[in-house]
């Protein structure tokens, strides 16, 4: 990544005072994976939600289909700026009988995650910053119990949230391997309703695309900002195919790309799900292969959403349990003749 | 007897994922000859500073160094050729003491530093090397040498490690 500034959240004033070049680093966030994309696509449209003022925390905690582990991926801005934790500050994601710290840092500066162990019986994730001097280093290969300079807790140690899983998703169609032949297709999405209307509904994708010499893969997202239906879990929605499927040399205006914790998250899953046989740079790989006019294969999670709690010492945040349910289809450009 | 004094060239593995520069050692050793193609070894090891590559983490920046030294009591077997060469190997226990050095940073603001701690303990060693007589008294040799510190810090830590010190060397040899 081309980011090299960060402020750490034991930076307290000195934090505050870097605001402005904060402000700055969340479009370089997106232009870095636009950039590293190599494509033209405009990327104003996909600044993460975050205020340029105040602490704001963003998690997202999600339950795959079948899976006896749910992702977890969180990150805390200040003043617009993602945080680092350091010094042995880190999220911690607890049920009533397992614990993780989520020690991966994830593809963005400042986003973190991790899978946790979670049972049907399994309601609600608490998200706590803990100071974990020792367990935080548990990846080096020295006595971290015996050398172990430790500056002590930081200034965000203590905050927490906590979310809730809705009822898991069903998927109804399209169904698996549908294919589409033009980015004009709609992709008709229905699924089982669950019993909160108010849940909302997202899009998560991760297509790979070959033009038979070259590869491109890469993750987008479609929320109810961009497709307002999915604000509601009313069971269906059409979804045009431009919003996976983007001309690398026409660029898009309508396709948003992952970031932030919705990124570390979607590669915390993919990773999970491929038994760690994944790239772990899959969803911000170079584009080499134009998708338009390329084979794609698009993984489509299907997220109910509901919103969770967050500390009061947070000024704002984005606090959200999911569960999901993935259906592969498609994209196979029709043969056009000169 | 024979006084062997080799300058070496080490790798240090430490058993996880630590990741040395190679450092330097100097092995003096004081053979008896207990017949003439054995002897009792008796050497003293003193390592330099060895660094590990800086890393990064959740936690901060952070690099290791380990410096180590070490009384060495074994058998010297050898062959002599007819011509002025002689194999010889080295066998034997040593009783080490060995520094362990740790830096951390942490970022702006941050106050980092360094911490360490000392251990010794027990291990063997083992070396196979290669002579040639200058003079009826004088041999140039090379000399692998391969060392192991058991249980570094099992006492203080829950974390105790194996170290394992391979070491290619140059030296000389005087008999007398």
Redesign the interface.
Known sequence: MCISG?V?D???P?AVSKGSEGMALIPGIVLAVLVLSGCEIDGSDNLPRVPDQGLFMLAEVNLHEAEDEAQVAAAVFNDGVPV?????D?FEARTATERVLL?K?GPVEGS?AESLPVDNSVQDVFLNIVHE?VE??A???????????D?GP?ELVGKSAMVSFPLPVTIQTPVADTVYTSITDTVDFSWIQGDNFDDDMRVLSAIECTDGFATSSYGTVVEKEAVPGLDFDDGVEPISLDRFIFDLNQGSSTIEFLSDAALALMQELLNQLSAGNIDPDFLLRQRNANPIESNCEIRLFLQRRRQGQFDTAFDDGSVTGSTSSEVTILYIPAVTLD | MQLDVNLGWTRLDAGGNDNFKSGKALAVHFDYFLKHWLAADLGLYVSDKTLEESRQDIVGAYRTSIQSQAVLLGLKPRYRFSSPYEVYGRLGLQYWRTELEVEEDFGAGIPGGIDSSKDTGYGYYASIGGGHYVTENVMVQIEFRHMKQLDLFADTSRFPFDLTINAFSFGVGYRF
């Not at chain 1, 680092?84 to 042995?88: C, H, I, R």
């Not at chain 1, 990846?139 to 300079?149: E, F, G």
């Open positions: 960060f750490s034991r930076a307290g000195s680092n934790l350091t010094g042995g880190v020690m840092p973190y001097p935080a280093r990846s080096r290969w020295y006595p971290v119990d015996l050398l172990n300079i500056p930081g």
